[in-house]
T-cell receptor, first 117, second 114 residues
Framework: SQKIEQNSEALNIQEGKTATLTCNYT??????LQWYRQDPGRGPVFLLL?????KEKRKERLKVTFDTTLKQSLFHITASQPADSATYLC????????????????FGAGTRLAVHP | NAGVTQTPKFQVLKTGQSMTLQCAQD?????MSWYRQDPGMGLRLIHY???????DQGEVPNGYNVSRSTTEDFPLRLLSAAPSQTSVYFC?????????????FGSGTRLTVV
């Protein structure tokens, strides 16, 4: 079956360090991969998108890598701050199973990040 | 610009009752979806729509109906509520299914079925 796996255990790091979150997938050929941030009681907020033909994408302190051979994406937050504490979700745009169909955005369960002062 | 608006924010239903979760967006997005979020399982796609009059099933469609009569609105109907439908429901929209712009999510509806 098709799966998206993110570390279920919380990631605890010290302020100022780089946080690295992992997203692994099986049996997909995703067109795009996205990362979202979700705070408790709120809806997810879009952060970054990376296409299948891109290796790396950056936005301010955020960096995403995409390795289609390993079927893995890494999400980095450099110089982390306590305000970065949240759950981070990865999502794959799954291609339709037949011609003329539509992409679907499928999410992983997320990894909770806690940045300590 | 309100984005994606979901109502109600909280709801308690008795088993067997029906209800409609409302979702409206004011960004002229063609693509809209409903997800449910359960602990440890992430967001699971219930139904989606690629435009007015066009809907399709996601991963967990059973027990839910949708319709899309306008670009702005995409309501989710629970036909006969069951305790297994206790969850947080999110509506989301995007310009297209290319997902090059990311999804805009609503703030969610927390549903409890007793």
């Amino acid at each position: 079956s098709q799966k998206i796996e993110q570390n279920s255990e919380a990631l605890n790091i010290q302020e100022g360090k780089t946080a690295t979150l992992t997203c692994n997938y099986t049996n997909y050929s995703p067109a795009y991969l996205q990362w979202y941030r979700q705070d408790p009681g709120r809806g997810p907020v879009f952060l970054l998108l990376i296409r299948e033909n891109e290796k790396e994408k950056r936005k301010e302190r955020l960096k995403v890598t995409f390795d289609t051979t390993l079927k893995q994406s890494l999400f980095h937050i450099t110089a982390s701050q306590p305000a970065d504490s949240a759950t981070y979700l990865c999502a794959l745009a799954r291609r339709p199973l037949f011609s003329g169909g539509y992409n679907k955005l499928i999410f992983g369960a997320g990894t909770r990040l806690a940045v300590h002062p | 610009n309100a984005g994606v608006t979901q109502t109600p924010k909280f709801q308690v239903l008795k088993t067997g009752q029906s209800m409609t979760l409302q979702c409206a967006q004011d960004m002229n997005h063609e693509y809209m979806s409903w997800y449910r979020q359960d602990p440890g399982m992430g967001l699971r796609l219930i139904h989606y729509s690629v435009g007015a009059g066009i809907t399709d099933q996601g991963e967990v469609p059973n027990g839910y109906n949708v319709s899309r009569s306008t670009t702005e609105d995409f309501p989710l109907r629970l036909l006969s509520a069951a305790p297994s439908q206790t969850s947080v429901y999110f509506c989301a929209s995007s310009y297209s299914d290319r997902f090059t712009y990311g999804y805009t999510f609503g703030s969610g509806t927390r549903l409890t079925v007793v």
